[in-house]
């Protein structure tokens, strides 16, 4: 009999337990890059419909699709922002945790930037030049060994004398696997005898072109990249790495360096002219859309003209905005609630 009365409390515990963990708000983590847009359109959301505003949490894109992944249920995020698209590991991950339907929206394109305040000199740099100043270890004479270059004049004669100093995003970040690639891996790929590793020692290659100083001269400053702008108006030498959107909302005291001689402008941006530039994505469970109210709704908020648009209320936030034929894409798949394929 007390067995039989235990067990029924039992169940009756997991019975409220499971109650309790029901939400009537949309969860959403991820990019520090998306954050600004998503928490743009959620408060917009929230105010313009019958649905609770979202709560919105900065936790970079790895840290958001790993907590997007750790399973299916409301105590997991039902949305994920990323600055790169999700990989095929990542899937995987889902997909071990019973995480097997993915709907993948992409939002509009973004310039990471290498900027500085406007106090000192603007910065010309060519990807190779971005390379030499941060890598880990570069090639001298056909030796691999530790980066010696101090200042900017190392890098290159024609730079100023001051010393390298960059902050910039954790390997957590969207933000910092952009820029191995977009940056650092293509201005390692300018120098002959690594690019010829390619081929020959791929993981070599790899681990050369993407690992980043560890000397003081690379910082990590974490995923708050507001932080990151007040430290360059307190350090006129200093540099930082981010998203265009946030050197477009802090351009009355921060400019960004010019990559291969274009500048980091919306225009350049848009047209692929800008050599650093990526791609932003949101990445939303299947599973949670009925569970949790609004999140559909919240998908056609976000992929609707009047906000990720050329003249939506996103692009006075620095969104670039997708090309028309890509945007009608995009929305198709949005409203069809098709499946996420590699």
């Known amino acids: 009999m007390l067995k039989n009365i235990l067990a029924l409390s039992a169940v009756a515990l997991i019975g409220a337990t499971g109650m309790a ?3 009537d708000q949309i969860r959403i983590v991820g990019s520090s890059t998306v954050f600004p847009f998503s928490t743009t359109v959620a408060e917009r959301f929230g105010k313009t419909t019958d649905f609770k505003t979202p709560v919105v949490e900065s936790t970079g894109s790895g840290g958001g699709l790993k907590l997007f992944c750790s399973g299916a249920g409301v105590d997991t995020p039902d949305i994920t922002n990323a600055s790169r698209r999700i990989k ?5 991950l889902c997909a071990k945790n019973g995480v097997k339907e993915i709907i993948e929206v992409k939002v509009g394109y973004d310039g990471i930037v290498i900027a500085n305040t406007r106090k000192a000199k603007q910065f010309d740099l060519s990807r190779k030049e971005i390379f030499l100043a941060l890598a880990k270890d570069i090639m001298v004479y056909g030796k691999i060994v530790p980066n010696p270059n101090k200042t900017w004049k190392d890098v290159n ?3 100023p004398a001051i010393r ?3 902050m910039g995003p954790p390997p957590t970040s969207g933000t910092r696997d952009a820029f191995v ?3 650092m ?5 300018d120098i002959p005898e690594i690019k010829a590793m390619k081929k020959t020692d791929k993981n070599g290659f790899k681990a050369l072109c993407h690992t980043m100083r560890e000397d003081g001269a690379f910082i990590e400053a974490g995923e708050n990249d507001n932080l990151i702008v007040q430290k360059l108006n307190a350090n006129p030498d200093a540099f930082g790495i981010f998203g265009y959107s946030f050197l477009d909302q802090n351009s009355d005291t921060v400019q960004g360096s010019k990559i291969g001689g274009m500048d980091p402008t919306f225009e350049n941006i848009a047209d692929g002219k800008y050599p650093v530039s990526r791609p932003l994505f949101f990445y939303v469970k299947k599973a949670h859309i009925g569970t949790v109210p609004g999140i559909q709704e919240f998908m056609t908020e ?3 003209e009047s906000t990720w648009g050329e003249e939506g209320y996103l692009t006075d936030k620095g969104l670039i905005p997708l ?9 198709n798949k949005v409203n069809s609630l098709a499946n996420l394929s590699m």
């Open 21 to 23: 963990e029901a939400r």
């Open 88 to 92: 095929s590991s990542e899937v995987a």
């Open 157 to 159: 004669a024609a730079l």
């Open 164 to 166: 390298i100093e960059v």
């Open 181 to 183: 690639e977009l940056a």
């Open 185 to 189: 891996e293509k201005g390692c790929s």
């Open 302 to 304: 976000f992929t609707a």
């Open 323 to 331: 090309g028309d034929a890509e945007r009608k894409d995009w929305s």
